[in-house]
């Protein structure tokens, strides 16, 4: 039986070199040649250097990947707040190109910089008012849970993505504070290698605001991305976590798969 | 397309995040792999890594015994092995020559110091014997160091368990995906490492690793039921890499490396025995 994925979006991955290990292929065409293996239609990307150093050429890097492969990769806008005064101007200057549809924010390659803090201000004020999603990081030494929770809730029309479904705070706990905010969203990156988290997350919260990242080229994109084409789930829950869930976010229109890789899997998750 | 999964246990382990853990059966473990398309796992029992790897091993045996037709045959018991200063665990030649007895063709290791760990050095004043009767023998032998996501192997005692021991098949399990400036030389300059699939979070990494060091280095492998076995399948089934290399990997390498167990020993007792007559 050919399963149909009329369209799978991979909301996080990043893209060129990264400090602390060797990434094969990091360029943005060894990710498209990825995705067309795996039938990933569209990447959104947040460059290593926005995350880290620096925020400004990591950016660049994204406008010119998305330029070289149109449709294919959109990006989010980094910012630093380590450079406040800069954080405004770099929101503008991104969003003036179509390609950019969200923003990411890592405090913990910025100095652990708090979630909450001033600098980050405008960032929250500018998604909130243009209703951009706002991808976060979390990690154990981060921002607890909590912070997120009061973020989502001061900020209800943004539509706040949880960096790898908060994964060290335990998944139950998770499922505890995001399940009463809907504008909590849960990016299933990390997470989607264990196996039974796409079936416990589903089973909790149902599929709607569950969205599939693979880390590229951060990670290997497949473990990510087998560990929902496998899940044992509904093909219709597979559908709005792999693709349509991402799109209704991003304002991504279905369109002609770029690839028949994933159409040989079946609808459980085996091989055709 | 036939696959091997190395990297599978079965018991009721105690736990960690995501805080998803169950116990599986060695009937749960095959179903689980008909479901996903896998058709054979080495498997070490929960208890071996986690309580005490002489009675997980006896627990192994005797729940595979018990296991019906049809998922016996599907696994291949991995003995879970210690050094043997403590009486913990026989002497090295006879508890290899036990292992064999059982039908037991692969071993596994947790040194690490870590709780997950069984700590204990590789150094050869502590683990020489027990490598030495492994590696007369040529039986592969996975070692995990049991590893965070961040972690980083230790590697003096890689390079000296492969420089010691090159007759002796090592499997890195869970390597992770941030080593390679490290990894790469150790590949480079011993031909009896070899890499677990899935536990190589590389982005393009079975392919780089493929195109350096040949598709006879890495060993499929999911780490299921932790991990998922979907996933790793996947990452082997679309690797941009020839039919003959996914082969190798799939199974190809691994089914080798467990026939040849006990193989190398068989050829030095016979020229032994040549010698002497």
């Known amino acids: ?272 | 397309m036939r696959y091997l999964d190395c990297n599978t246990f079965i018991g009721r382990p105690s736990g960690h995040r995501p805080y998803l853990t169950r116990a599986v059966t060695a009937a749960g473990l095959v179903a689980e792999m008909d479901r996903v398309g896998v058709h054979d796992a080495a498997v070490y029992h929960a208890l071996a890594h986690e309580y005490a790897p002489q009675v997980g091993n006896e627990l192994l045996l005797r729940e595979l015994a018990e296991a019906p037709d049809g998922v016996r045959d599907r696994l291949r018991p991995v003995g879970v092995v210690l050094p043997p200063h403590t009486g913990e665990m026989p002497e090295p030649e006879p508890l290899v020559a036990g292992l064999l007895g059982a039908g037991v063709r692969m071993a596994r290791i947790f040194p690490s110091s870590v709780m997950a760990g069984h700590r204990f050095s590789l150094a050869p004043w502590c683990s020489g014997e027990l490598l030495s009767a492994l590696e007369r023998v040529r039986m592969p032998l996975a070692v995990d160091f049991t590893l965070f996501r961040r972690g980083e192997p230790p590697w003096r005692e890689i390079h000296d368990l492969a420089e010691n021991h090159p007759g002796l098949p090592v499997i890195l399990m869970d390597v992770q995906g941030r080593n390679n400036r490290t990894l790469y030389p150790l590949l480079k300059r011993f031909g009896n490492l070899h890499i677990q699939s899935a536990g190589f979070n590389v982005h393009g990494g079975l392919e780089d690793l493929c195109r350096r060091f040949g598709a006879h280095r890495v060993v499929f492998g999911s780490g299921y039921p932790l991990r998922s076995m979907g996933g790793a399948l996947l990452q082997l089934q679309r690797a941009d890499l020839p039919a003959a290399d996914r082969e190798l990997i799939a199974s190809g390498t691994l089914t080798r490396l467990l026939a040849d167990v006990g193989t190398a020993g068989r050829a030095k007792e016979k020229e032994a025995i040549g010698n002497a007559s």
């Open chain 1, 1 to 272: 039986m050919r399963a149909d994925w009329p369209l799978v979006v991979d909301a996080h991955c990043h893209l060129g070199a990264f400090r602390n290990f060797h990434i094969p292929d990091n360029d943005i065409d060894g990710m498209v040649h990825v995705m067309d293996l795996l039938g990933i239609d569209v990447a959104v990307v947040a460059a290593h250097a926005g995350i880290y150093a620096d925020y400004r050429f990591g950016n660049d890097q994204v406008m010119a990947a998305a330029a070289r492969h149109p449709g294919r990769v959109l990006g989010y806008c980094c910012i630093n707040p380590n450079y406040s005064s800069e954080v405004a101007g770099e929101l503008e200057r991104c969003f003036a190109d179509p390609a950019f549809r969200g923003i990411k924010l890592h405090p913990e390659l910025h100095g652990d910089y708090p979630l909450d803090g001033p600098a980050y201000r405008p960032v929250w004020e500018y998604a909130a008012e243009h209703r951009v999603p706002v991808l976060s990081h979390s990690y154990f030494a981060g921002d607890p849970l909590g912070v997120f929770a009061a973020l989502a809730d001061e900020y209800p029309t943004v539509p706040l993505l949880l960096g790898h479904a908060g994964l060290d705070y335990g998944l139950d706990r998770v499922v505890g504070v995001v399940a009463e905010r809907r504008n909590i969203h849960l990016d299933l990156t990390g997470p989607l290698s264990w196996d039974g988290v796409v079936e416990y997350l589903v089973g909790e919260l149902g599929p709607d605001r569950l969205i599939f990242g693979s880390d590229m080229p951060f990670m290997n994109a497949p473990l990510q991305l087998g560990g929902c084409v496998y899940a044992r789930v509904d093909h219709a829950a597979k559908e709005r976590i792999l693709g349509a869930n991402a799109a209704a976010l991003f304002g991504i229109e279905p369109g002609d798969r770029r690839d028949a890789a994933l159409a040989e899997v079946g609808e459980s998750g085996a091989p055709a």
